[in-house]
């Protein structure tokens, strides 16, 4: 009868055992396909994130903020240029509020019921910047060069404008 009980527990154990090993197999051969499918994500996202630094890298190159030489003209000046760029985003901005149908800068008038307004400004250097308009429907887009005057007054001056044909 003892060894009886003994054989069934040794025959128990023995089931445990295999049991334990194939459940523990199980979930290390999940772990490590888990693992390998985070890896594969992380080098994908590695790659994207890489691929839009070039993007990021590519579109603000023509741009005021990155653009040493056109700092340092500033600051050789002696202005600020932290507050300095916003004041001439700004001071375009402030064109958008004028009396009557003709925009300040912009050479066309509305087509619609409302007003033109100046909608998106990219300084591009320290002489030049690119916006885009729109009266609601219609959109274009003008280049101006804009300077700081001997009084410390920005000026801006229309050097070219296009408006997108309507489809």
Do not use: C
Not at 11 to 19: A, G
Not at 54 to 78: H, M, P, Q, R, V
Not at 124 to 129: A, G, S, T, Y
Request: without cysteine; charged residues 30%.
């Amino acid at each position: 009868m003892k060894r009886r009980i003994f054989m069934y527990l040794f025959i128990f154990s023995v089931l445990l055992i295999i049991f334990q090993y194939v459940n523990s197999k199980n979930i290390i051969d999940k772990y490590e396909k888990d693992i390998k499918t985070y890896k594969s994500k992380k080098e994908k996202y590695e790659k994207d994130i890489s691929q839009l630094e070039e993007e990021k890298f590519e579109l603000s190159y023509f741009s005021i903020d990155n653009n040493e030489e056109a700092l340092t003209y500033f600051e050789d000046l002696g202005y600020d240029t932290a507050t300095l760029i916003p004041a001439i985003i700004d001071g375009l901005l402030s064109m958008n509020v004028y009396e009557g149908e003709d925009h300040p800068i912009v050479p066309f008038a509305s087509m619609t019921s409302s007003k033109i307004l100046i909608n998106k400004i990219k300084i591009l250097n320290h002489k030049w910047i690119i916006a885009n308009f729109t009266d609601g429907k219609h959109w274009g887009e003008i280049f101006v060069n804009y300077e700081i005057d001997e009084k410390q007054e920005l000026k801006y001056t229309l050097t070219d404008y296009f408006l997108y044909p309507v489809n």
